[in-house]
């Protein structure tokens, strides 16, 4: 199943950043979760942490089928990367994020591309063919490339005072060229799907756009690697202050001013332990899922 989200292109400011919101409004908090993976249910779980606290207003309402919805509240909502493989249930994610684009307003669901999207992009060039990513069709690639360039998934956002991105970056980034950058490896990719062309131009835009695509030279998340591969432990205590994911924890983990919110698969086998965070312009913060279905808001 590809993601299907809206024909329409969202306005570049909007894509951007926070600050592009209209400025009448009250500065909206911003939720984000990473690492899916197809884990549906546990989503779910995280999603519905800001219901099940007392101080917090819900980010999505379930209806009676259990679907989740656009709560209308002043919010944005970051799915941070690595929607699919793994889990049982790639293609309800993949429909969950495309209803919460469609029902929110512009601008107000942001998807950040993780390495398992890139793998979906250049399907071929890795040899991950028993995951989700490995057996899409060219249909869903094309999907993917518009979506990109529709502005609804992004190599980075910038938020209040951190920059989300899948895995993140040890050096300061202009957020608006890197997402230029990933536009432009989707377009070249588009063309070139379903022709002759396409296996090298697979791996052409990993080459040619390093910033964001590229992978390390002696291991695909090592230090040289891009916004979407590179591992949390090459992230300095000096580097810029981010949320990432990517890396996996069984709880949040802060070093310096990058936190990692990369925590549903390693708490899949406990009771607890799902993960959001919320950010405001005062403070950052995590909500966490705890074995007796109540939630604690703790700061990071």
């Not at 024909?7 to 911003?30: G, H, K, N, Q």
């Not at 591309?113 to 094309?142: C, I, K, P, T, Y």
């Not at 916004?227 to 000096?238: C, N, Y």
């Not at 390693?266 to 109540?294: H, K, M």
Request: net charge negative; hydrophobic share 40%; glycine share 8%.
């Amino acid at each position: 199943m590809p993601l299907h989200v809206p024909d329409t292109e969202l306005d570049p400011s909007l894509r951007d950043e926070v600050d592009a919101l209209p400025a009448d409004e009250t500065p909206p908090a911003i939720i984000s979760i990473s690492d899916i993976h197809g884990y549906l249910d546990a989503a779910r779980s995280a999603l519905l942490t800001l219901t099940d606290h007392p101080e917090t207003e819900p980010v999505v309402v379930a209806d009676e089928d259990g679907r989740l919805h656009w709560a209308d509240e002043n919010y944005v909502l970051v799915f941070n990367g690595d929607l699919v493989d793994r889990g049982p249930a790639n293609d309800e994610v993949l429909a969950l994020v495309a209803r919460l684009i469609e029902e929110a307003p512009p601008g107000r669901v942001r998807v950040t591309l993780g390495n398992h999207e890139a793998l979906m992009l250049s399907r071929d060039q890795f040899s991950f063919d028993n995951w989700f990513s490995g057996q899409v069709d060219d249909e869903a690639r094309r999907r993917l490339c518009e979506a990109i360039i529709a502005g609804h998934v992004v190599a980075a956002y910038r938020g209040h005072n951190v920059t989300y991105a899948h895995a993140g970056s040890d050096e300061s980034y202009d957020v608006s060229a890197v997402n230029e950058s990933l536009v432009s490896a989707a377009e070249e990719l588009l063309a070139a799907i379903g022709t002759d062309d396409d296996l090298a131009v697979q791996g052409r835009i990993i080459e040619a756009y390093p910033e964001v695509l590229g992978v390390g030279a002696t291991h695909l998340k090592g230090p040289d690697a891009g916004l979407i591969w590179v591992d949390f432990e090459h992230l300095s205590t000096d580097a810029p202050p981010q949320v990432v994911g990517h890396t996996r924890h069984d709880e949040p983990r802060t070093n310096g001013a990058v936190h990692c919110q990369n925590v549903i698969r390693e708490t899949l086998d406990s009771r607890g332990g799902e993960t959001v965070f919320v950010e405001t312009p005062e403070a950052i913060s995590a909500l966490i899922r705890q074995p007796d279905g109540g939630v604690e808001q703790r700061p990071l």
